[in-house]
């Protein structure tokens, strides 16, 4: 083989085994603050819901109160029309303690990006504490490619704020659940958990085993403001992972809130329309598409190499 058509061949083989690393991977969680009917015909309101979405390769949202159950449809609808990507999406029952205040959690996720492989209600009366969560988490299993790990589990909440210690301390249940039934560590908990602002006391913070339990790697701090008001400055949204390998697979610095009223020149009262939240993301770090590619490419040149 003459030298310039093995060079032909070794750039083909290269495209073909598509060693270039692949963009990361963006999980978001948005409390769009009780989202339904009226806020699905704001158009100005949407649009900016659509161009935080559409960051994401999966947001969890949570304050769906859609009882007509037709908003999240009509979102969806929007986001498919005004987004490069295509979307879908999967979403809890209506949940809450009386049927008068219930609210949904949906993950909407980029198809061809992210797949969800399970998925299941937890029920904490399972558990022997009948009356843990006002919102029992609607746990999601996923697989994706284009990250260095490539299936994960993801436990949303919106916390009642009155009860918040309790919740979020009993996501330490529903990580031990999770364990039992998927056989995997690989757990990111994410949500409006009002961890801040008196509804979680400092001294009680030890109790929460989800907090005590050095396993468990809280992306966003305590010291972030996850509210819209300029007048707060609260932590209330987390993003919080179990495990090394987990904590390892973040990008680094990636997680904080999206300050999206200042991303889109909103003023106070625009963005406050949208919801008192700024969403919370966090990026993980990209997979090579293919399996070996690197390998491949290793033994590709050694053998054009040596010919
Ligand atoms: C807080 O939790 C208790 C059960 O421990 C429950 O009875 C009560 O309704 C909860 N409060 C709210 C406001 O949901």
């Not at 060079?7 to 060693?19: A, C, P």
């Not at 158009?43 to 979405?53: D, F, K, S, W």
């Amino acid at each position: 083989m003459s030298s310039s058509s093995s060079l032909l061949l070794l750039l083909f083989l290269l495209s073909l085994s598509g060693v270039k690393p692949t963009s990361g991977f963006k999980i978001c969680a948005f409390n769009v603050q009780s989202f339904g009917d009226s806020k699905s015909h704001n158009t100005e309101v949407m649009r900016t819901i659509i161009r935080i979405v559409s960051r994401c390769d999966v947001c969890l949202l949570q304050e769906v109160r859609d009882s007509k159950q037709k908003a999240i449809p009509v979102f969806l609808f929007s986001l498919r029309h005004n987004s490069q990507n295509q979307y879908d999406y999967v979403a809890s029952e209506r949940l809450g303690r009386t049927p008068s205040y219930q609210e949904q959690y949906v993950f909407v996720f980029r198809i061809g990006s992210v797949t969800v492989t399970d998925q299941y209600q937890y029920l904490d009366m399972l558990r022997g504490d009948e009356d843990a969560f006002s919102r029992e988490p609607f746990i999601v299993r996923l697989h994706t490619r284009k990250t260095a790990i490539r299936d994960f589990v993801l436990v949303p909440q919106h916390t009642t704020p009155t009860n918040a210690t309790k919740e979020i301390d009993a996501l330490y249940d529903v990580f031990l659940d999770v364990k039992k039934k998927w056989k995997t560590e690989m757990v990111m908990f994410l949500g409006d958990f009002n961890a801040d602002c008196g509804y979680v006391a400092k001294k009680n913070w030890q109790h929460v085993r989800l907090y005590s339990n050095q396993a468990f790697v809280w992306l966003i701090g305590d010291a972030e403001d996850t509210t819209v008001r300029e007048t707060t400055t609260c932590a209330y949204d987390r993003i919080v992972v179990h495990g090394e390998a987990f904590a390892k697979a973040i990008v680094p610095q990636s997680a904080q809130p999206f300050n999206f009223p200042k991303e889109y020149g909103l003023t106070e009262e625009q963005a406050l329309d949208v919801s008192d939240h700024y969403p919370v993301e966090v990026e993980l770090k990209a997979g090579s598409e293919h399996l070996g590619g690197h390998t491949l490419l290793i033994v590709l040149m050694a053998f054009f190499i040596s010919t």
